[in-house]
């Protein structure tokens, strides 16, 4: 599966309002860290972010803060 990296500052903002900001695990995300320590060809870099069938940008670790 193709990690996705945002492109810029402005795409990973709206990328972390739709996702991370929403998720349960925000405060403590390891995910999210690791997305600014390596780069996207790392083995490293979380596979949780990745994309939809459709070709949207997701975390497939997300869990919905209001679910909880």
Same mark, same amino acid.
């Given at each position: ?5 945002? &492109? ?28 600014? @320590?390596?780069? @996207? ?19 497939? &670790? ?7």
């Amino acid at each position: 599966m193709k990690k996705y990296r945002p &492109a810029n500052g402005w795409e990973g903002m709206d990328f972390m309002e739709v996702w991370c900001c929403r998720c349960i695990k925000y405060d403590d995300c390891q995910i999210l860290t690791d997305t600014f @320590v390596y780069d @996207v060809k790392d083995e490293k870099y979380p596979k949780e972010w990745t994309f939809s069938d459709r070709g949207k940008p997701i975390c497939t &670790a997300f869990e919905c803060e209001s679910e909880s």
